[in-house]
């Protein structure tokens, strides 16, 4: 079985630049999530989709952050414009809570560094 | 409010030793319980989790976790750990009462290993 996959894995830009990333979770996983973990910290949830649905994203700076997840399936996490604190790595996880299995799945992740 | 406390940040042990991480919660009722692991430059990987029933659970790599609910907490051990387990270990809490609960993370121990 596949993992969650994510790219780009680095990207380094300048800040007030805008930048996007992709994630295509675990087949038949119904519900996505986006975390930024800091460094030093443990990953903190930006936005949970549930198929195409958001179901959470009271974190979600929706300044400068989007998400969307229109097909249900793979999803793009977008920052425009980018500040010095977004610096961090962004994390997406899949579970397929339809079968009552709450369990998480992560990518790799994609390093972000504002300059 | 659910939260998720692992006092030690960081963590040494020689190898061959056992290991035991420590991991205290706040939460209600009985939440779901997951310990993971992060290698560097990698995403988390899950080692275990509890919902119910037995307290001690066994999960991947010689991990196991107790639940003890007199304490609220989730300690990681292991009996003899090798170098390869070097990574940040990540304790995480879920209320799993509905299907748009969430994971909240602890802040991760990082573990080193002397040779």
């Known amino acids: 079985e596949a993992g969650v996959a994510q790219s780009p894995r680095y990207k380094i830009i300048e800040k007030r630049q805008s930048v996007a990333f992709w994630c295509n979770p675990i087949s038949g996983h119904a519900t996505l999530y986006w975390y930024q973990q800091i460094l030093g910290q443990g990953p903190k949830l930006l936005i949970q989709?549930?198929?195409?649905?958001?179901?959470?994203d009271s974190q979600l700076p929706k300044d400068r952050f989007s998400a969307e997840r229109l097909k249900g399936v793979d999803s793009t996490l977008k920052i425009q414009p980018a500040k010095l604190e977004d610096s961090a790595v962004y994390l997406c996880a899949s579970s397929h809570r339809a079968s009552g299995r709450v369990e998480q799945y992560f990518g790799p992740g994609t390093r972000l560094t504002v300059t | 409010a659910q939260s998720v406390t692992q006092p030690d940040i960081h963590i040494t042990v020689s190898e061959g030793a056992s290991l035991e991480l420590r991991c205290n919660y706040s939460y209600g009722a009985t939440p779901y319980l997951f310990w993971y692991v992060q290698s560097p430059g990698q995403g988390l990987q899950l080692l275990l989790k509890?919902?119910?029933?037995?307290?001690l659970v066994q999960g991947i790599k010689g991990f196991e976790a107790e639940f003890k609910r007199s304490q609220s907490s989730f300690n990681l051990r292991k009996p003899s750990v090798h170098w390869s387990d070097a990574a940040e270990y990540f304790c995480?809490?879920?209320?799993?009462?509905?299907?748009?609960?969430?994971?909240?993370f602890g802040s991760g121990t990082r573990l080193s290993i002397r040779p």
């Open positions: 509890y919902f119910s029933g037995d307290t």
């Open positions: 995480a809490v879920a209320p799993g009462y509905s299907s748009a609960s969430k994971i909240i």
């Open positions: 989709f549930q198929n195409n649905g958001v179901v959470d």
